[in-house]
């Protein structure tokens, strides 16, 4: 069976305030309000900046929250070690007003430092352990689809379903049918179990019921056959439990053969039924066409 299928995941649920977000939006903005921080630490919040931004940028995207925390966090970071470096300008200002605690603030300054390098270690560490765990969660996702891809078709070829231009088809015989009758018969059931089971697996997609008759009797009265067929499958997939909105139904009467109507076994082939599969966002190739019921 040819064609690849995606199945869609849903967006990320997020709070309409981080908290993280928020404080380091704050602490860069008062540093940005710091004269001083221009001259000491413009590297630190120019990366704090950046940083937020990602973190605003990545909420848009509705990425997951520990990606948005995890970019606050090295923002707040930086804004730390902004605020080390303006501590220890301050410090040396001190220092030129006044030889008496010259050499506490200079070890003073030194210990902020080995700090600042700490922390700048640890966004480091943090960076690589976050990007690891984003790489590993959408690993699993893609394996997940690629699984969910292959048991779909390998549930549309137990169906028989073929893939064409108006997407994946699944066609039901006249022997679902008396001659002339819209009534399913007994044996039907079997294949409208595993359709409704199909459905049921895969609640993302819809289906477009459409009937076809021979070229026997006249036009009026194959239309309506047809439609009532389409019908009757419908209804049987509604009393599975199956959510109605999900199934349109289209009758074709005698207007689509796929076979001629001059031989029995001509006419046998265009008295179907036809499942037409949507694709993964519930729609169809041909939506247009599409009439629900």
């Known amino acids: 069976m040819s064609g690849a299928l995606l199945v869609l995941t849903g967006c990320s649920r997020l709070p309409d305030r981080i908290e993280s977000v928020e404080q380091a939006r704050e602490s860069i903005a008062t540093l940005e309000r710091e004269p001083l921080a221009g001259r000491v630490a413009a590297r630190e919040v120019a990366a704090g900046r950046e940083a937020l931004a990602e973190a605003d940028e990545a909420y848009q995207e509705r990425a997951p929250l520990t990606l948005i925390e995890h970019q606050a966090y090295v923002a707040q970071r930086y804004a730390d070690i902004s605020n080390e470096l303006l501590a220890e300008a301050r410090a040396r200002e001190d220092i030129e007003r006044g030889d008496a605690e010259r050499n506490r603030i200079i070890a003073d300054a030194r210990e902020r430092e080995a700090e600042a390098a700490t922390r700048e270690a640890e966004v480091a560490t943090r960076e690589l352990e976050t990007q690891a765990r984003v790489a590993e969660e959408q690993t699993r996702a893609a394996q997940a689809a690629d699984e969910r891809s292959r048991d779909l078709e390998r549930e549309l070829e137990?169906?028989?379903?073929?893939?064409?231009?108006?997407?994946?088809?699944?066609?039901?015989?006249?022997?679902?049918?008396?001659?002339?009758?819209?009534?399913?018969?007994?044996?039907?059931?079997?294949?409208?179990?595993?359709?409704?089971?199909?459905?049921?697996?895969?609640?993302?997609?819809?289906?477009?019921?459409?009937?076809?008759?021979?070229?026997?009797?006249?036009?009026?009265?194959?239309?309506?056959?047809?439609?009532?067929?389409?019908?009757?499958?419908?209804?049987?997939?509604?009393?599975?439990?199956?959510?109605?909105?999900r199934i349109a139904t289209l009758g074709y009467g005698e207007a689509r053969p796929i076979a001629g109507n001059d031989t029995p076994g001509g006419r046998q082939q265009n008295r179907r039924v036809e499942i037409v599969v949507s694709d993964a966002q519930g729609a169809f190739a041909d939506d247009g066409r599409r009439t629900l019921l």
């Open 158 to 245: 137990e169906l028989e379903a073929r893939n064409t231009d108006r997407g994946l088809v699944l066609t039901l015989g006249d022997v679902l049918f008396d001659t002339g009758a819209a009534t399913l018969k007994p044996g039907a059931a079997t294949t409208i179990d595993r359709l409704a089971q199909f459905m049921r697996d895969y609640p993302e997609r819809a289906v477009r019921i459409e009937g076809h008759t021979d070229a026997a009797g006249s036009d009026e009265a194959n239309q309506a056959l047809s439609e009532r067929r389409a019908q009757a499958v419908r209804e049987a997939l509604v009393t599975r439990g199956l959510d109605a909105a």
